[in-house]
Each structure stands twice: as structure tokens, then as C-alpha cells.
């Protein structure tokens, strides 16, 4: 018989790290400087109202200076970039987060780049994108980072096993796998063109849905013992939070598996609070010995 699934407590490892943040968070302020996080909100998009009051809360229980700037939706492209360079040479901005989606007349790849890369906590600016791609030192995506973090603190070994990540984004597929990849493990992306999704999905020792369709990944496709990490947040038919994986079903072949709420979700804002630490810490060695690199100075 099939030993009992592991759920992964997303909620309870994101209080740990963020515990383990807040002490980082102390010891960086003993060096006389309190890490500050800037949080650019464009408009009034009642989601990203949430999201951005979570992060805050969070941050701010770590000991982190966080600053909400609310632009106007009708913000110009230029007079965006500008206000985020400005942050970017603010010695009191550690971490700059551009909430995303922005309304349309804006382009977020622009807006990106005006970002410092070094205050980059989203790890979305092309130099920190390059630095993943490169094993370099630098920032990471968030979400990303969670879902590795979560197999460290479960014990899942990454190591020489098979890898299916569902989904190809930038903001999670593509950087998830090239984790795994740092990790040693043997890496597949699938996407809305694979063929024969069940298929390879059925290979996987670790799966990670990353898509954000209600049960598009089916419980029967699992191999039994697999890890799956769930990434999809969506509403359910019953109106209900829910994954991309069919999660009852799932669970009774994983050997592992996240639930969504409460899996990676929660991770997600701990490694935005552990990067704007990181990038305090970085620039406080960098004044402390110019000309080196060290953490997330790229
Ligand atoms: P996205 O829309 O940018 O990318 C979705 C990806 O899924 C694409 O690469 C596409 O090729 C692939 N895809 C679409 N249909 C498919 C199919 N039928 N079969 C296989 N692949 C298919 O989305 P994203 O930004 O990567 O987010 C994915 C999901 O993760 C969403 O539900 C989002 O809300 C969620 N998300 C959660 C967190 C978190 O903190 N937990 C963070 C970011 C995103």
C-alpha cells in the first residue's frame, strides 16, 4: 500500500522563512541601516490592491521599511520610468516591486529595465533574467524561488531526477526550470503546444504546474511517489481557490504535494521579503568594500 501523501504547508515554511528573514532583517539594521522595499501600484486593479497590502503587512512584520507609491492609471511611459529610476537612486529603496499587470497603455518590459537590477526583487530586469540563465549571482524570481525552497524544507531531492515544469513563463515556468536545472535535475518544459501532455507528465519525480487552468493537470497522470507543486491559482466552478492539479485525485498518487490556497502561494511573498534582505545586505557590503560582488550585486 502506498505510503501517505505529504501535504506541503506553504503557509507554515513561508512563516519560518519569514521569521528567518526578520532576524537577517535586525542584524543588517544593527549595521545601521533599515532595509527598505518601494512598491509601485499603477491604478486601482482591486487584485493587485490585495496583493500589494499582503506584502506590505508581511514586510513591514519583518522589520522592512515598505513605501506604497500609487500612480495614477493614466501615468505616462516616460514619467513611470522616471519615478522608478528615482527609486532606484533613493540610498533608502533596497528593493523596488513593480505590480503587474499595468494598464495597457504602459509597456512592462520598459519599466522593468528602469529598474536598478540591483534592487530588482521581482528578478524580472534582463540582467538578473541573463545571471539565472548564467549561474551568476543575482536576483531571483520569486515564485520561483519558493518552490525550490519548499523541496529544501521538505527534504525532496532535486538531484538527477526528472523534472516536468508545465507552463513556459517568464515569470515562473521558465525560471523554475532553470532552477531545477542549477539543482541537477534532468528538466522538461511543456507548454500549450506539447503533444502528448499526460505523457510526459507521467515521467515526472517532481512536477510543477505552473499554468493557470482549474485541473488541466489530472490526478491520474501522477507517477505514483511524485512531488507536485502546484503554482496555478484559479477559481474553481464552485467558486472556490484552486490549483492547476486535480488535487484529491493527485494526492492519493503523489508522495508529495503543495495545496493551493496555502502551498506556494504564501512562498512566494517570504522570498520577496528574503530577495529585499539579500539586496540590503548586498549594498551595505558593497559601500563596506567597493570593486567586490558579492550576493546580489551583479
Ligand atoms: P502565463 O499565462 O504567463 O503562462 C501560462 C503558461 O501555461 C504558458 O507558458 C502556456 O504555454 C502554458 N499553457 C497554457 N495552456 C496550456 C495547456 N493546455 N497545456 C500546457 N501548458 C499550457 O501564466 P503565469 O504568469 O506563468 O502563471 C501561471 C499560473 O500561476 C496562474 O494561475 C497564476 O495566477 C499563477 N501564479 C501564482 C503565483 C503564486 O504566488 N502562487 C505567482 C505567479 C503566478
Known sequence: MKDRVRIMDGKATAALVRAEVAEDVARIVERGVRPGLAVVLVGDDPASEVYVRNKDRAATEAGIAVRTLRPEATISQP????LVRELGADGSVHGILVQLPLPAQLDPA?????????KDVDGLHPRNVAALA???????PCTPAGCIELC???GIELAGRHAVVVGRSQLVGKPVAQLLLARNATV??????????????????????????????RGEWIRPGACVLD????RGADGKLCGDVEFGAASARAGAITPVPGGVGPMTIAMLLKNTARA???ALDAVASPGRTTGAGI
Open 110 to 118: 520598459g519599466v522593468v529595465e528602469a529598474i536598478d537590477p540591483r
Open 79 to 82: 514619467d513611470l520610468e522616471a
Open 152 to 154: 529544501d524544507r521538505y
Open 280 to 282: 540590503a545586505e548586498a
Open 231 to 234: 503554482v496555478g491559482i484559479n
Open 188 to 217: 522538461t518544459i511543456c507548454h500549450s503546444r506539447t503533444a502528448d501532455l499526460a505523457g510526459v507528465v507521467g515521467t515526472g519525480d517532481v512536477i510543477v504546474a505552473a499554468v493557470g487552468r482549474a485541473g488541466l493537470i
Open 134 to 140: 548564467m549561474d551568476l549571482p543575482g536576483l531571483v
